[in-house]
């Protein structure tokens, strides 16, 4: 039967409001077992004029994009190919980690070293995660089944992966992939 | 400089509220791009006889174990092979997938199993990551390395894993488990 | 001195409004012996963006019409003898209990057992009382006095009444009369 | 899914908070639709410390007694020929209205009207209603049937009757009675 | 850290609602050694719909214009020669006092007074303070320096001065000046 | 009818609370007309427990001082002509002005400078107004008059002064002095 008020600056839209009424509800179910029904968030927006802090008004900064979105987009990019685009979403620093490989830093490293692993790899997904670190990143995690051709033209599908994200000012800083290629082409 | 105001039954603990404080927290930090230090979150604790919901007075129900330390002593069990203790934290309906393996449902199954692929195995954790899922179920995402010995004795370390825990009604109800032993084993 | 704070979806007009304030009023001044000038209700209204309850937004309900203003426009179809109008503000299930009479069900019996009791029968008020139980039903509570002509043409005034009214769902339940026709009677 | 936050000086007891409690309930529940259990009042009680009114800290008045409880402990005194007690509870400037009497100020005029009319009576009861008027006092209607002894000592019973009662200051301002004793005698 | 909420009806302005979070914030500040930068001030305004006090509707009385801008008025009127301006800002009551004068009630007598002491006086101010006292009157407090010319023409500057200024129902009441003018016309 | 709620960290006692309820009443009062009792505060204390800013636990600071009582305790300090205790509440960088005398920066400056001006002076005060300023110090204001002993020992009284004092960091730091000393010698 908890209640939650969250005042907040004017400007946040609807699809952000309800970002924060299901991360504030599910906050509380972590901890409370209530039933979801039984949490109530109620969000006050206060206009700038009626807001001060150190007696100076203040702007609601625009919200983060979803994390979620942002991981999204980048393994639809991946997919398509649109490297562009992908590595548009990649902050300064980014590095990532995949099964048998030394961490990696660019598309182009991953590219290299994909190549001779398998010819095409698609992903299909079972869920994503996600959520706000005690630092400064949100993390992400998916996982799914991969499908594809090995080098020799052959298909696999079903394999296992995940992958974690770590997402920070809106720009992927960090992958880190598992899955069971080993296990398939060992069994292969 | 959002504020947050949760108002709630009296009867959690110091450290219940401070998991509430920090989710509360990190709530709205995934959504608005303030630091932390412009969040603020006050609890109101509320006696029962200040609280009435359908002219009934309440009483909180005790707080939910942190999922994070359900996994944490489950680990520590299987680790220390103390399978009575680790089976009492598996709820009804129980699953888990390895690499490899089909579902497994017990830990029986589990431990037929993973006989003849390794003969000691240890983890150290790089980090747990902890979240209530828009279900029922609590989220328990943990990884790091393994190492121990093959089956015929040869040493192994520094093979990265990563598990992730259902948790449901403070029982583990599903365990999915990815790692790089397949590589590990195609390099050896 | 005490305040009293109404978090309320958005969606409810000015006079629904005004009879929050008055029942929250009236529902404080019944304990606490304020003056009704030391009683402040503030109503906030939530836009449904901002209102959350298990991470679902709602809609308001819309308020349900004042219970007197039912009996009301109810008395005065009876009087009018608009039986059909009377009729249709009656609920499944509805009673009636008028002196000296077996409980009835429908106008139709209430018309055959006043026929031969009065000509003519109208009412003045002196008062509505309108409170919710604490069930399902609102109590509307009306007296007055009575004037008309007996069968055989008399008159009759000042004879006091009093009705008793439960309504739910906006819908009259049941009606308890009571009366001085007999006492009229006898001194006739 | 109404809430109600009720701040008020400390010094209220649980009955007393229990009756603000199903007050401000069902003051909601008489124009919002909602299911008792949808609505939630937080009662938010204030040190003298922490409140102030024009600079000056207040301390809470004590609760008025609950009307309804007045009115039972009247009838009762009055059915056990208490009248000393009886006396007691009423206000000065009390008046009272019984069927086919004139208006009356004392108990002694009660007792010598009522006394040709009826050796004994007593009351069982269908229930109380308690509300607070607009106006200063307090409304109490009690309903039941009336069983007793005719001055002649047949018995009679099942006479149903309700009455009204005007509270203020804790006192019985005023008693307005309904019920069918003349419909009983002329039946007799 | 502390958290100023301020409900209020609807109806004033941005530069009135900047007072008011100004005020606020200073109030806490004179207790709290908190930084500006960590006291909130957040204000609700309150429809009148929304809003009443014993059961009453309310309108937010008109603000009360900044007491420092009263005075700020008065002295440029007074420095203009604009006296028919000047006097429209004192209330019925205003009294003054000078140095080395008897208490005056009208502009006239100042004017009188101050003929032979000297011929032109200006102010140049190094700063307002404004605050509430405890009773009905605002007080403003101005200080700086004059200059201008002794009646014999010479000119003199770099007086200090300090006015005390009483502002009740927006009018000045009474105003009390302090100066080194005898000093330097005694060094002169 | 304004309502102020202050949300204020555990620790403040009843003396530095009834200056918060003062100061954020008088602040409301400087521009909103009302009435001081239509202005309520309320302060909600919350236990460290309870509050948390960016993750965080935070106890709240002692209170300051009131600056008025700094300044109280000043000037009986050298009216007693106990210097040394008059000195410790001096801030580092204090400085005065006299009229007639250039800035001074420590009590023995001020004691050279007084010694040929007059053998005893005695403040009776008409006042003191205590204000924050909108910078960190806090502003006390007090005024009323002098009476003592010139040089030559005979006796002067009823001479007006204004004394204003900056205090930051409960120290005196700045002071400043207006009066009508040289008005009366020049009389005298």
């Keep these: 039967m908890p209640i939650v008020e969250l005042h907040l600056l004017q400007g946040y839209g609807s ?14 179910r972590l901890v409370v077992p209530a039933l979801p029904d039984a949490i109530t968030v109620l969000i006050h927006e206060m206009e700038p004029d009626n807001y001060s802090r150190g007696r100076k008004h203040r702007v609601g900064a625009p919200a983060l994009k979803d994390p979620g979105n942002i991981v999204k987009r980048y393994l639809k990019a991946m997919e398509a190919r649109d490297f562009d685009s992908a590595r548009s979403m990649l902050g300064e620093g980014f ?5 048998g490989a030394e961490p990696m830093a660019s598309l182009k490293e991953l590219l290299d070293w ?4 398998y010819r095409i790899v698609k992903k299909t997904y ?7 670190s005690s630092g400064p990143e949100a993390l992400v995690y998916c996982r799914g089944n991969l499908s594809g051709e090995w080098p020799d033209g052959t298909a696999f599908d079903s394999i296992r992966f995940i992958d974690r994200f770590e997402i920070e000012g809106e720009k992927i800083m960090r992958q880190d992939v598992w899955n069971d290629i080993a296990e398939a082409r060992a069994k292969a």
């Design 114 to 117: 994909a190549g001779p692993r």
């Design 15 to 28: 699809e952000e409001k309800r970002r924060l009424h299901d991360g504030l509800t599910d906050a509380v």
């Design 126 to 132: 079972d869920g994503f995660d996600v959520m706000q």
């Design 95 to 99: 590095s990532m980690q995949f099964p």
